[in-house]
């Protein structure tokens, strides 16, 4: 078996997340199909994040094994051009060693959270962006985030779905950006929790909206209570755009 690391990109509007499920429409069974179209393995194609329906990548990372080796061009473009009716793109393929894991061996992720913060609707930006017609305060939203960052229990931000042993994650950092009506919010950690950018999200909203003051994120993190969270932002506002590897 030949390993191979795939860079994807997808908007993940019309399908019903990553992980392959019962539906049909999920980015990893498509991704999979393609390859067998390609190639004639049945595969597993092992995702970096495994993000939700909605939520769009511009750096997610898989890695899948095949039979035989190729040239990693000819690997690109046959698994694009069977993608050619999808919103997914295969970015890069690279031979790695046997011992990389495109989940396990992630040393950070990055998500980035987009708003568009204005009354008029969005028009070509629809299910890019997430829409917030109340005023956010970026002042008080860069206050706010900081109380996210380090190690903490993340219990109020997790879903009740969410199959990770510990609740206790480390986020090493936040950063809050604006550019007129557009406003930014980057998330790195090693991982995430189930829904847990857009749990946070959903409070970091309501504090900018000022729904909440900017303190209500460290009660909301020592609660240990998903009951209190905000209601989950988006996924339309959702990008993966980066995870990072030790290189060799």
Not at 122 to 141: A, F, G, R, S
Request: proline share 3%; aromatic share 10%; with cysteine.
């Amino acid at each position: 078996m030949i390993k191979y690391k795939l860079l994807i990109e997808y908007d993940g509007t019309d399908y019903c997340g990553w992980q392959r499920q019962s539906q049909p429409n999920s980015i990893q069974g498509i991704i999979e199909h393609a390859i067998k179209k390609f190639c004639g393995n049945i595969v597993t194609v092992q995702g970096a994040g495994r993000t939700d329906s909605g939520v769009h990548a511009s750096g997610q990372v898989a890695h899948v094994n095949l039979e035989r080796e190729y040239d990693i061009k000819r690997i690109e473009q046959a698994i694009n051009f069977y993608l050619k009716d999808e919103k997914i793109s295969i970015l890069k393929v690279t031979k790695v060693d046997k011992d990389f894991d495109a989940r396990f061996s992630a040393l950070k992720r990055y998500y980035r959270y987009k708003i568009i913060n204005r009354n008029s609707p969005l028009t070509y930006d629809l299910n890019k962006y997430c829409h917030v017609v109340t005023p956010l305060n970026l002042e008080i939203m860069e206050q706010a985030v900081k109380s996210f960052i380090g190690q903490h229990d993340f219990t109020t931000f997790r879903s009740s779905n969410c199959q990770s042993p510990s609740p206790v994650k480390n986020i090493d950092k936040i950063i809050v950006k604006k550019n007129c009506d557009e406003i930014y919010i980057d998330f790195v950690a090693k991982s995430f929790l189930q829904t847990q950018v857009r749990s946070m999200m959903g409070c970091i909203i309501k504090v900018g909206a000022g729904s909440w003051n900017s303190y209500k994120i460290s009660e909301l993190i020592n609660a240990k209570d998903r009951s209190q969270c905000a209601k989950l932002a988006p996924p339309c506002g959702l990008y993966l755009t980066r995870v990072d590897y030790l290189e060799k």
